[in-house]
């Protein structure tokens, strides 16, 4: 069984800060990608970012120069760093997970998901 558990979130001020927590455990011992994605009531879950193995990323164009991805390998896990947070950041993050290349969850998505941890950035 994978188990992606996050944690981290909660209510903040706009122009605060959040740092989400994600580690991954079960018969997948290490996955290719790590990132995460959000959804806001009415909207449709997006990506925010993702990480490879190698320390390729990917970021939402909306975050990228907000939020900042990163992995610890032997940790099996991955955090988010968001700074300058804005009330249109307010959502249900979730923690995704998968084996294949960045290319492949970039068009199709994560196979891997953890339950979410929610984000509300009032003003």
């Known amino acids: 069984q994978v188990q992606l558990v996050e944690s981290g979130g909660g209510l903040v001020q706009a122009g605060g800060s959040l740092r989400l927590s994600c580690a991954a455990s079960g018969s997948i011992f290490s996955f290719n990608v790590m990132g995460w994605y959000r959804q806001a009531p009415g909207k449709q879950r997006e990506l925010v970012a993702a990480i490879a193995r190698g320390g390729t990323t990917n970021y939402a164009g909306s975050v990228k120069d907000r939020f900042t991805i990163s992995r610890d390998n032997t940790r099996n896990a991955v955090y988010l760093q968001m700074n300058s947070l804005k009330p249109e950041d307010t959502a249900v993050y979730y923690c995704?997970?998968?084996?294949?290349?960045?290319?492949?969850?970039?068009?199709?998505?994560?196979?891997?998901w953890g339950k979410g941890t929610l984000v509300i950035v009032s003003s």
């Open positions: 995704a997970a998968d084996p294949r290349p960045l290319i492949a969850t970039s068009r199709d998505g994560m196979n891997y």
